[in-house]
């Protein structure tokens, strides 16, 4: 994930702190940054798969069926973390606005 304003890479830090998707802040230059929507999709569904395939193998082979839905939401959870820096691209939002630290607007 790199910032499209200033080219440095944003953390996954920022990442998970923001107060949803539409709340990333570039931690170099400042800039608002909403993600570009299809890759957060794409991501959402193959994390989705993956959790629901692995659910699956868990009931398969014999665990009860919570265990497999707990197995199945932590796949979901970290195909979905190690996918973010892969699909999850960023651009500024529209009105340009540069959120400042607190004191300086
Ligand atoms: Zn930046």
């Known amino acids: 994930m790199t910032c499209?304003?200033?080219d440095n890479s944003v953390p996954m830090k920022a990442y998970w702190?923001?107060?949803g998707l539409s709340g990333?802040?570039?931690p170099h230059c400042n800039s608002s940054l909403r993600p570009v929507y299809w890759?957060?999709?794409v991501q959402f569904v193959l994390a989705g798969?993956?959790?629901s395939f692995e659910s699956s193998l868990?009931?398969?082979a014999g665990y009860a069926g919570g265990f497999a839905v707990l197995g199945g939401v932590i796949t979901t959870f970290l195909v979905f973390a190690g996918l973010a820096p892969f699909l999850i691209r960023f651009?500024?939002?529209e009105d340009?606005?540069?959120l400042l630290p607190h004191g300086k607007s």
């Open 39 to 41: 890759g957060y999709a």
């Open 91 to 93: 651009r500024l939002k």
């Open 96 to 98: 340009g606005a540069v």
């Open 17 to 19: 702190q923001a107060t």
């Open 58 to 60: 868990l009931r398969s």
């Open 49 to 51: 798969v993956a959790g």
């Open 24 to 26: 990333v802040v570039c």
């Open 4 to 6: 499209p304003h200033c």
